[in-house]
């Protein structure tokens, strides 16, 4: 039987077993599938005759092709530490992110669709095997795609790469073939030998739970190495829009040995103070391996999830609604609160709810989900700021002279990345993290008399981008200390100016995302594009200046200074320019960070 035109044989070998057998047990399933789809009439003859793939209904075939490519969900019942610290972490966050598919569609409209798949290929690695078109929406998608980084886009590589861009290969095979890991497998062994007490099957058919055939280790990926086909990414142009690896690489972190395992899946977020012991999995209620060293799968990190709660985190009751039914409750409006049902029991409110959440028990079920996972978001809110908290530092202020009533009063804050691995901030997409300082003076009677950092009606910044700012509604932040990263274009419109993205959409009729006409070492930077970056690089320095006018210091008295450094994942100029909804810059204010915030208070003579 033929089956290549579903899944390619898998790479991967268990110690003892030919490649065949590996691959098989995917066969096998595939072909029982197949045979159950026949007509249940007909000559035994005709019962054995497998339909050409252009004779199969699409959604089995899918499922076909998905056998080869296991959910983190089908990892879970061994795995529910490991899944459960996962399934809120920005790798599960990658293809369900509504930004990033806002942003998607935007760089593929503008490039006329010359970026294809290459955004996909990192944030929904297993969608890109399975051939899913990229303009797929989220519900059309399979589940494992929508998992964004999971499971098997780590644990089933079988060849070291020093490949960026998302070039790696995912080895496919079922929930029985072998995995890849940094361990040597023998936890593994031990219950592999001891099938009958562990309750396991190793192979369809068997009765137990479902279990992979062996681990194979995989040295790696413990290596910061393993990351990079990710994390170090560019575009046709030449323009880096993660240099995540290329900042680390030059990094004292890198010269003394660390990883980004060591800081990222520690037991201390962002720093290298060692890892967790325990078990990586639980079989029958009993752990393997209690005293092994075990990563943390949150991946402690600067981002943050603006979806709805009840799509992410990832909650393995959360299915029994569709996506798009999901999208039409309302949480904000405290649907399925006993408070908000009591209401409306009594005809206190009335709500015209849509058909899919007419029923008051479905309701008390999704809230259920919704709490659980706004709890999630709240412990992933808290590893954010020890993130950013253990690699940065404030000081000050530092006064120029003695501060007296009816002088100018000039001082500055020292901040530092503490961080030894890269630059503050880091990430993803060049020019979208944000990280400021937001400082304001207070004077004897309480009242914000002068400040620094402060935003408009959206949320933005007071500098070019403000929409408040070009209608004349608040004046340009002049002092304002911002280490956000800047893409620069050259346009028919004049010179160097700050762009959104990385394409020359005004001196191009047809803004095509290609390969520069001469070396981009001629220029040292593509032709009308640069980057130019902001952020602080490891263990460095920068001094925040301010000056606030003689005529705002009045009377002597006790002020006060607050400051705080303030960390978005996205500007929202650019969530509207890529077509972002109210919703989304709502949630993407509500979860934005206040790193290291205090208050002085000095005399004023």
């Not at 980004?260 to 009993?286: I, L």
């Not at 393997?288 to 949150?298: F, G, L, V, Y």
């Not at 990280?435 to 009677?445: K, Y």
Request: proline share 7%.
């Amino acid at each position: 039987m033929n089956l290549s035109f579903i899944l390619p044989a898998a790479r991967l070998q268990c110690p003892g077993l030919g490649r065949r057998a590996v691959s098989l047990s995917v066969a096998f399933q595939i072909a029982a599938l197949m045979v159950a789809a026949l007509p249940r009439t007909g000559s035994a003859q005709e019962m054995k005759t497998v339909p050409p793939p252009s004779q199969l209904d699409p959604k089995l075939l899918r499922e076909l092709r998905q056998a080869g490519y296991p959910r983190a969900t089908s990892c879970r019942p061994c795995h529910p530490q490991i899944y459960n610290e996962w399934r809120s972490s920005s790798h599960a966050y990658a293809s369900i992110s509504p930004m990033f598919h806002k942003f998607e569609q935007k760089i593929n409209d503008l490039s006329q669709g010359t970026i294809g798949t290459f955004c996909l290929r990192c944030h929904s690695s297993a969608g890109t095997a399975l051939g899913e078109r990229r303009e797929l929406p989220l519900w059309e998608r399979s589940e494992v795609s929508r998992e964004g980084i999971t499971c098997v886009t780590c644990h089933r590589i079988a060849e070291e790469y020093g490949r960026v861009n998302g070039e790696r290969r995912i080895e496919p095979g079922d929930i029985y073939a072998a995995m890849t890991g940094s361990g040597d497998g023998s936890g593994l062994q031990m219950v592999l030998t001891n099938k009958a007490f562990y309750k396991v099957a190793t192979s369809p058919g068997e009765r137990g739970q479902q279990i992979h055939n062996c681990i194979l280790q995989f040295k790696p990926i413990s290596k910061s190495e393993f990351c990079v086909s990710c994390h170090q990414v560019a575009v046709h142009p030449g323009i880096k829009l993660e240099v995540v690896w290329e900042q680390f690489r030059d990094s004292p972190a890198f010269r003394a040995g660390t990883t980004c395992q060591d800081c990222h899946m520690g037991k201390t977020p962002g720093k290298a103070e060692g890892y967790f012991t325990g078990p990586a999995a639980v079989v029958d209620g009993k752990a393997i391996n209690p005293e092994r060293t075990r990563h943390d799968h949150r991946f402690a990190g600067p981002g943050y999830s603006i979806a709805h709660p009840g799509i992410f985190p990832h909650h393995p009751d959360a299915h029994q609604f569709p996506l798009e039914t999901w999208l039409k409750f309302d949480y904000r409006a405290g649907w399925g609160e006993p408070g908000f049902e009591e209401k409306v029991g009594k005809k206190e409110v009335t709500v015209a709810f849509p058909k899919e959440w007419e029923s008051e028990i479905d309701r008390e079920e999704a809230r259920r989900i919704v709490d659980e996972n706004l709890e999630l978001l709240k412990q992933k809110r808290e590893l954010r700021r020890q993130v950013m908290e253990n690699g940065s530092k404030i000081e000050g202020p530092f006064f120029t002279e003695t501060p007296r009533a009816g002088r100018r009063l000039r001082f500055h804050y020292k901040v530092t990345n503490t961080n030894p691995g890269h630059n503050m901030p880091s990430g993803s997409l060049g020019a979208q993290p944000e990280l400021w300082l937001n400082v304001a003076l207070l004077d004897p009677s309480g009242k914000n008399i002068w400040e620094s950092g402060y935003v408009d009606s959206h949320g933005d910044m007071a500098d070019l981008h403000s929409l408040d700012l070009a209608a004349g509604k608040i004046k340009r932040d002049s002092q304002l200390f911002n280490l956000q990263s800047k893409f620069l274009t050259t346009n028919v419109k004049g010179t160097d100016r700050e762009m959104y993205l990385p394409v020359n959409m005004d001196i191009d009729q047809i803004p095509f995302i290609r390969p520069a006409g001469q070396p981009v070492s001629v220029l040292n930077h593509p032709p009308f594009i640069r980057m130019e970056q902001r952020s602080l690089p490891p263990l460095r320095s920068r001094n925040a200046r301010y000056s606030v006018p003689a005529s705002l210091l009045r009377e002597p008295g006790k002020y006060r200074l607050a400051v705080r450094m303030r960390s978005r994942a996205e500007p929202i100029y650019f969530m509207k320019f890529v077509g972002a909804t109210r919703e989304m810059e709502q949630a993407m204010n509500e979860w934005m960070l206040d790193i290291h915030p205090y208050t002085v208070e000095f005399d004023v003579k």
